[in-house]
């Protein structure tokens, strides 16, 4: 297997008013070529930035603050703009949950798949608009000659989805980094972009790193799974190791909170509290303060990982039990 | 509950019933904005809820189920149909007799911070409506009853003096429910009340949800897209498709064995949490059409797997079954089984 994607220690911060405030926290990822894995986890707690940090893209006045990045084999973070520029498209695609803001309203559609594509390749007009059609049909669009003259509103939200993913993979990329990129859509079309990311992944053996707070979706599309809080990882495995025997705390509290889990009508499990915000984030387990199996331990210091059969973990309790 | 009916006969009847319910907007254009087209948002929708039970509206965006709890309140003037509350057609009421109405009816919706007024602190939120209403005697008295209802939603009522955006998303829809409950509703509407919150956080506001209903006897009508809540929450389940109720039956029976060839596409498409079993499927191609220019005929036939030709050119209307209703001519129990697409 080609290793894609290798994320070490990466750190990002946004200016606080105690001096910069991390966001994503000493993240480690890693992605092989024709893998998915889901980055998963809820609102604020660091996805979308690290989705976003691995094109350099964290906007102003975020920036990355350590940590390596490797995206087939290039060192993102040493590299130029010019030569950034060329690895983004080329080498990672990415998509995003609004399709709308994504695309620009004034141009037809097509002109700006051209675009992406004459952007890294040397062909004509022509022969790009063709290479659109084609990408077109192979996203699922109907019509591919006549839509390219669309402009994005005369689309729906599935369909500028699709054309967006006809963009990110004009130039093949080996890693497609997809944000919640059914979010918007509903679920019959959501049913319909997750089909066609399962099928595009088995045909161009492109690594995927799905972004999502939605572990339906997880199941449905990953291979492995992250899963974060507080701009950590807490704990990585195989799709079904992570969904049927998660370790962590946390991500057994998000499955049971799942009210399509839940017996009808019984009382929901709960994770008390809400989730922290990035500068107010508890010390030792930043999970600790709504974990039911806190312990000592957990206030004081930060948990290293575990190493379990097919999947990792940071949690003490986790430690302890196989410890004894 | 003093407006509520006494007697054996009135039993039967339920708190809400909704008939033959049109709400359609028009589409203005040219220099003297006349309607050009009509967005049929709502178009001849009826169904009832008994009290202190839980009917979901469910669908996707754009096929009339926020318009319809709209309609209920008249924050959106329907062109016709009946809405019985309470024995009392709201349609046919004056706006001043509207209002007290409104006290037993009240909403709760996607997105609290848009629904509560920045500069307005927590306590006066909740205790407007009270005064509004003339429930409390004094500030204080009120003061109390905030304090009380803030407690109930699990909010610490020593932060009544604080503003919304001191609060998490959870708090905040709190708020807005204890704001609800002040006027002492017998029906709340929930309008995508939890689609805003992190599954750990919505978990949180479904039980509290869940035991005001037990405790105080409330009936929900709750709209969402969010298929897993409602399998949860709901007594009874209407699906809605391009301003229509294409089936409506009890939760269970609807979700194990769904009627409509469009509920049957809707359930396939929802992702599977199950490790050992993957793979929603996506069954209804396209796109929704547009809700101005409904097709002809069955309004999902361009989408649906089982299409045969009468569907085309004939609507089909609700069929009774087992336990509910289905708007599909394969629910026809008359019918024998016509030239129908491939089985699923």
């Given at each position: 297997m080609t290793r894609v994607l290798e994320v070490e220690g990466l750190v990002v911060s946004f200016p606080g008013e105690h001096g910069r405030t991390p966001v994503v926290d000493r993240l480690d990822l890693e992605l092989d070529a024709g893998d998915t894995l889901a980055l998963v986890g809820e609102s604020g707690c660091g996805k979308s930035m690290t989705a976003l940090s691995l094109l350099r893209l964290v906007p102003r006045p975020?920036?990355?603050?350590?940590?390596?990045?490797?995206?087939?084999g290039e060192d993102l973070l040493a590299l130029r703009v010019d030569a950034l520029r060329r690895l983004r498209g080329h080498k990672a695609g990415m998509i995003f949950q609004e399709p709308m803001t994504?695309?620009?309203?004034?141009?037809?559609?097509?002109?700006?798949?051209?675009?992406?594509?004459?952007?890294?390749?040397?062909?004509?007009?022509?022969?790009?608009?063709?290479?659109?059609?084609?990408?077109?049909?192979?996203v699922g669009i109907p019509d591919p000659a006549e839509r390219l003259d669309a402009y994005p509103h005369e689309l729906s939200g599935g369909m500028k989805q699709r054309v967006m993913i006809a963009i990110a993979l004009a130039a093949r990329p080996r890693l497609l980094i997809a944000d919640e990129p059914t979010t918007a859509l509903d679920v019959t079309i959501q049913a319909q972009v997750l089909e066609l990311l399962r099928e595009l992944r088995r045909d161009t053996g492109m690594a995927v790193l799905l972004i999502t707070h939605d572990l339906g979706i997880v199941n449905e599309v990953a291979d492995r799974v992250a899963v974060m809080y507080a701009g950590r990882v807490v704990e990585v495995g195989a799709r079904e190791t992570l969904l049927g025997a998660a370790r962590h705390p946390y991500t057994q509290g998000l499955l049971r909170s799942i009210p399509a889990l839940a017996p009808r009508g019984a009382r929901l499990?709960?994770?008390?509290?809400?989730v922290p915000s990035a500068g107010a984030w508890p010390s030792g387990c930043r999970f600790h303060p709504r974990c039911p199996r806190v312990f000592d331990p957990c206030k004081q210091h930060d948990p290293d990982w575990t190493a379990l059969p097919g999947q990792r973990v940071r949690c003490h309790a986790v430690a302890r039990e196989l410890a004894s | 509950m003093s407006a509520a009916p006494t007697g054996a006969a009135a039993l039967a009847e339920p708190l809400l019933r909704v008939e033959g319910l049109r709400t359609w907007f028009p589409v203005r254009a040219g220099v003297l904005q006349?309607?050009?087209?009509?967005?049929?948002?709502?178009?001849?929708?009826?169904?009832?809820?008994?009290?202190?039970?839980?009917?979901?509206?469910?669908?996707?965006?754009?096929?009339?189920?926020?318009?319809?709890?709209?309609?209920?309140?008249?924050?959106?003037?329907?062109?016709?149909?009946?809405?019985?509350?309470?024995?009392?057609?709201?349609?046919?009421?004056?706006?001043?007799?509207?209002?007290?109405?409104?006290?037993?009816?009240?909403?709760?919706?996607?997105?609290?911070?848009?629904?509560?007024?920045?500069?307005?602190?927590?306590?006066?939120?909740?205790?407007?409506?009270?005064?509004?209403?003339?429930?409390?005697?004094?500030?204080?008295?009120?003061?109390?009853?905030?304090?009380?209802?803030?407690?109930?939603?699990?909010?610490?009522?020593?932060?009544?003096?604080?503003?919304?955006?001191?609060?998490?998303?959870?708090?905040?829809?709190?708020?807005?429910?204890?704001?609800?409950?002040?006027l002492e509703p017998r029906l709340v509407i929930c309008d995508e009340a939890t689609s805003a919150l992190d599954v750990s956080i919505q978990s949180q506001i479904l039980n509290l949800l869940r035991d005001l209903q037990q405790e105080l006897g409330l009936t929900y009508l709750f709209i969402t897209h969010d298929l897993g809540v409602v399998r949860y929450l709901a007594d009874r389940v209407a699906v809605m498709y391009l301003g229509q109720i294409v089936e409506e039956g009890p939760a269970e029976a609807l979700f194990r064995a769904p009627q409509h060839p469009y509920t049957q596409a809707l359930l396939a498409a929802v992702p599977s949490l199950d490790p050992a079993r993957r793979h929603s499927v996506a069954a209804a191609p396209g796109d929704v059409p547009s809700p101005s220019a409904p097709p002809p005929g069955c309004r999902f036939h361009t989408r649906c797997p089982r299409v045969f030709a009468r569907c085309a050119q004939e609507a089909p209307p609700l069929y009774g079954t087992a336990s509910g209703a289905s708007r599909c001519f394969l629910s026809d129990p008359g019918a024998a089984t016509p030239d129908a697409g491939p089985a699923r």
């Open positions: 975020g920036r990355i603050d350590a940590g390596r990045i490797r995206i087939d994504s695309l620009n309203p004034v141009l037809r559609v097509g002109a700006q798949v051209v675009e992406a594509i004459r952007l890294h390749e040397r062909v004509g007009v022509l022969e790009a608009r063709r290479r659109a059609a084609e990408l077109f049909e192979r499990p709960e994770i008390p509290g809400s | 006349r309607p050009v087209a009509w967005i049929r948002a709502v178009d001849d929708v009826s169904f009832s809820i008994e009290a202190g039970r839980t009917l979901a509206l469910v669908g996707e965006s754009g096929c009339g189920k926020s318009s319809v709890g709209r309609s209920l309140l008249r924050l959106v003037e329907p062109q016709a149909g009946r809405v019985w509350f309470e024995g009392v057609d709201l349609l046919g009421l004056a706006p001043a007799a509207l209002r007290p109405v409104r006290r037993r009816l009240q909403m709760v919706f996607q997105d609290p911070m848009a629904s509560l007024d920045p500069r307005m602190r927590v306590r006066d939120i909740v205790a407007e409506g009270m005064q509004a209403f003339g429930i409390g005697s004094s500030e204080s008295e009120r003061s109390e009853r905030v304090a009380r209802l803030l407690a109930r939603v699990q909010l610490d009522p020593g932060q009544m003096w604080r503003y919304p955006h001191e609060f998490s998303g959870g708090q905040r829809q709190r708020i807005c429910i204890a704001r609800a409950l002040a």
